[in-house]
């Protein structure tokens, strides 16, 4: 203990200029170690923000994944629906021949159906709607005085969507206005 007191004593004492030199020096230093603490937690906010974006993205990326995982076998099934479909149509219900023929085609499109149902795959057969460029791929338009401009006559193949997204466009004819008949000459005279 009198070692520290000899060593306290041996201390120069400073000149009020000088500790006011160290105060600002101290002052100065204090403000360089509190920018560096705020530039820290700032990059630490910054950081953990990335971090919470990467992990929404990577479960949105998961849930996407899990919905659409059966798009490319789905797309492959569909040719298959559409024949079921395309049998039935050709195929009179009146003949007798091949009554149980048709039947066994009706009852195998309803399973088909029903399983498209359950992965969510949602049939579009827009007969009779407004096109909707969207959802339907026009193959051909046609003057209709029966019906609006810009309806479906026709539907050549279904179309489907898997979980709301477009899996495959319905094809089909599009309704037009009738073009007018310029008056002929005879009509002029």
């Known amino acids: 203990m009198a070692d520290e007191q000899t060593r306290d004593n041996q201390l120069p004492e400073l000149a009020p200029d000088a500790e006011?030199?160290?105060?600002?020096?101290l002052d100065a230093r204090i403000q360089v170690l509190e920018e560096e603490l705020a530039a820290a937690q700032d990059q630490a906010l910054?950081?953990?923000?990335?971090?919470?974006?990467?992990?929404?993205?990577?479960?949105q990326d998961v849930e996407k994944a899990h919905k659409f995982a059966l798009e490319k076998f789905a797309n492959d099934l569909l040719p298959v629906v559409d024949s079921l479909e395309r049998g039935l149509e050709l195929s009179s219900p009146d003949d007798e021949a091949i009554k149980a023929v048709r039947e066994g085609l009706e009852l195998t499109l309803r399973l088909f159906q029903d399983t498209l149902k359950?992965?969510?795959?949602?049939?579009?057969?827009?007969?009779?709607?407004p096109?909707?460029?969207?959802?339907?791929?026009?193959?051909?338009?046609?003057?209709?005085?029966?019906?609006?401009?810009?309806?479906?006559?026709?539907?050549?193949?279904k179309g489907y969507l898997l979980n709301g997204r477009l899996l495959r466009p319905a094809m089909v004819v599009v309704s037009k206005a009738?073009?007018?008949?310029?008056?002929?000459?005879?009509?002029q005279a």
């Not at 971090?51 to 993205?57: A, D, G, H, I, K």
Request: a negative charge; charged letters at 25%.
């Open 20 to 25: 006011m030199g160290m105060s600002d020096q």
């Open 46 to 59: 910054r950081m953990a923000a990335d971090l919470q974006n990467v992990r929404r993205r990577a479960e």
């Open 118 to 129: 359950r992965y969510q795959l949602e049939a579009i057969d827009p007969q009779g709607e």
């Open 131 to 157: 096109f909707n460029p969207e959802h339907h791929q026009a193959m051909a338009m046609q003057d209709s005085t029966h019906v609006e401009p810009n309806s479906v006559l026709k539907v050549f193949q």
């Open 178 to 187: 009738p073009a007018e008949v310029p008056p002929s000459i005879d009509e």
